[in-house]
């Protein structure tokens, strides 16, 4: 629904059908030169909500799984499906209005000091047991 409350994921059995047809021969980077990285952030629009009864299949099961933003990468584990087979699509759902699309700034994701916070970040996650990991 478009009022934002999460909805189980539409996880499935993973798909008997060859990516090329799903995407009908396309290829993620064919229209821009560059494919979507794969920490491109996608999140359900209004009119994709909306839109939900008359999409088909894998299609779908984007729109449904993206009422809440996630990367590329995750929606593709998440649905099982190919990550260029998500890249494609979620372009198609991007110029159709139905998902949109926050491509990461190419120098914040290449500074080392991101990367650093990141991991210092991640040490700071206690264990199971409460205990923060080692920083060294």
């Given at each position: 629904?478009?009022?934002?409350?999460?909805?189980?994921?539409?996880?499935?059995?993973?798909?008997?059908?060859?990516?090329?047809?799903?995407?009908?021969?396309?290829?993620?980077?064919?229209?821009?030169g560059?494919?979507?990285?794969?920490?491109?952030?996608?999140v359900?629009?209004?009119?994709?909500?909306?839109?939900?009864?008359?999409?088909?299949?894998?299609?779908?099961?984007?729109?449904?799984?993206?009422?809440l933003?996630?990367?590329?990468?995750?929606?593709?584990?998440?649905?099982r499906?190919?990550?260029?087979?998500v890249?494609?699509?979620?372009?198609?759902?991007?110029?159709?209005?139905?998902?949109?699309?926050?491509?990461?700034?190419?120098?914040?994701?290449?500074?080392?000091s991101?990367?650093?916070?990141?991991?210092?970040?991640?040490?700071?996650?206690?264990?199971?047991?409460?205990?923060?990991?080692?920083?060294?």
């Open positions: 629904m478009a009022d934002g409350t999460p909805h189980p994921d539409p996880v499935r059995p993973a798909p008997a059908v060859r990516p090329y047809l799903v995407t009908a021969g396309r290829i993620a980077d064919a229209g821009s560059r494919a979507l990285p794969l920490e491109t952030q996608v359900a629009t209004v009119a994709g909500l909306d839109a939900l009864g008359r999409l088909c299949f894998e299609r779908y099961d984007i729109v449904a799984a993206c009422r933003p996630q990367s590329l990468a995750e929606l593709a584990a998440r649905l499906l190919h990550l260029n087979v890249r494609v699509l979620a372009e198609d759902l991007c110029e159709a209005g139905q998902l949109a699309v926050y491509v990461p700034d190419a120098a914040a994701t290449h500074d080392a991101v990367l650093r916070r990141l991991i210092d970040g991640l040490r700071a996650i206690p264990d199971s047991r409460g205990i923060p990991r080692n920083t060294e």
